[in-house]
């Protein structure tokens, strides 16, 4: 269930299709919102260019569907005569794998590795070198003990991506000269991103369609542009195509999106909380036991946005729902529940 939700920020069938690769920007330009990354990446590669030297490794982290890929491409495409390379860190097993994308790289090539966090110790190791020295060094088994060879690499640039910081290792992050954080994307630039993707689907909408788009998609640009194409769906079918508020509303009501863009599951989560817990503190296993779900889905796909909208709050003692989630479900407030008279931002 948790793949095919329409406001998951991972990559789903259809966010490849032609569509949805027309909507990614191209150039530092069109991306928006952002700002202070922008603008230091634009520093970034203006003196890189100066000096005549490719860019310094760089790594972006942050909840899927924030642009991290799309940040890699424009700055290969700003800064390189040839495409981007695409690998990631499940792809790459053992050192042979890697190997043979390092020594094909040409001077100034990008190279893009992405869950990065998910390399093997071994190849995470193997980088070193190349990433400080773009250099290699390869054991070659024979003899009694076996030689060890170096292979010099073409100055390249590493652009790493991943959603969990934490699980990278001190020594792979001190590598990357540049480290950028993406955050959630406040409303104004969500229907920025939307005004721009229905003028280039030709939609023909309501503004307030767009908004009420952009206050469902949880500040992920992903999912935004997901859902202006499942209401773009039910508009051509169920209302000549013309996208009103309305129709916007009932596209993604008939999606058990609500009006804060949680869906069945974040809810189902908030109710285990509130009615088997009283509330909370409970522990994440008791919740991913009650659920029936799997606790890793319940920690990347459902918490980080309730935590983000103040609705569920993390204790010690475990998970806590806040008197906003308590009003947001139409549930009594207990007494002692943690938020005071706090309401969810709305970014
Ligand atoms: N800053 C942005 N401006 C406009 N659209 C964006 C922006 N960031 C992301 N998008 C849209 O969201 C989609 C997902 O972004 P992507 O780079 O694949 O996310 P990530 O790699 O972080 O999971 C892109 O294809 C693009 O349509
Ligand atoms: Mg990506």
């Keep these: ?19 949805a690769t027309t909507l990614r920007p191209r150039t530092l330009d069109e991306m928006v ?71 094909n790289l040409e001077r100034g090539d990008i190279l893009f590795i992405d869950e990065v966090h998910r390399l093997p110790k071994v190849v995470e190791e193997f980088l070193y070198t190349a990433m400080e020295d773009f250099r290699v060094d390869v054991t070659i088994e024979g ?26 290792s001190g020594a792979m992050r001190d590598r990357f000269g540049l480290q950028f954080h993406l955050d959630y994307y406040g409303a104004d630039d969500l229907r920025t991103i939307l005004h721009r993707s229905a003028t280039r689907l030709e939609l023909g909408y309501e503004d ?5 788009i952009a206050l469902r998609s949880r ?14 769906d039910y508009a051509q079918v169920r209302a000549d195509g013309r ?19 949680l869906d069945e599951l974040d809810r189902a989560f908030l109710t285990a909380l509130m009615q088997v817990y009283g509330g909370g503190p409970a522990g994440i296993e008791a919740l991913a036991a009650t659920m029936g779900q799997e606790r890793d889905t319940l920690e990347d796909v459902v918490e980080p946005y309730l935590l983000q909208i103040g609705f569920v709050v993390r204790t010690r003692q475990g998970r806590q729902a806040t008197k906003a989630a308590f009003e947001h479900m139409g549930l009594a ?3 002692g529940t943690v938020g005071g008279d706090a309401s969810p931002t709305l970014f």
Excluded at 144 to 162: D, E, H, K, Y
Excluded at 208 to 212: E, I, K, P
Excluded at 250 to 260: C, F, P, R, S, T
């Design 1 to 19: 269930m948790a793949r095919e939700r329409i406001i998951s920020g991972e990559t789903q069938r259809g966010d490849t299709d032609v569509s």
């Design 219 to 232: 500040g992920t640009p992903r999912v935004a542009n997901r859902m202006l194409r499942r209401v773009r």
């Design 33 to 103: 919102g952002q700002t202070r990354i922008v603008e230091k990446l634009e520093i970034a590669m203006h003196a890189a260019r100066q000096r005549g030297e490719p860019l310094e490794h760089m790594l972006f982290d942050g909840p899927p569907g924030l642009g991290k890929t799309t940040f890699a491409h424009v700055v290969a495409r700003e800064m390189s005569e040839r495409p981007l390379r695409i690998t990631s860190g499940p792809a790459l097993s053992k050192q042979a794998d890697l190997m043979p994308i390092l020594t």
């Design 333 to 335: 407030v207990p007494k």
């Design 143 to 168: 003899g009694l003990r076996g030689r060890v060879v170096n292979f010099n690499l073409q100055p390249f640039t590493l652009i790493g991506a991943t959603t969990r910081a934490g699980m990278l």
């Design 208 to 212: 307030g369609a767009l908004d009420a």
């Design 243 to 261: 996208i009103t508020q309305s129709v916007a509303q009932e596209a993604l009501n008939l999606q058990g999106i609500d009006d804060l863009g």
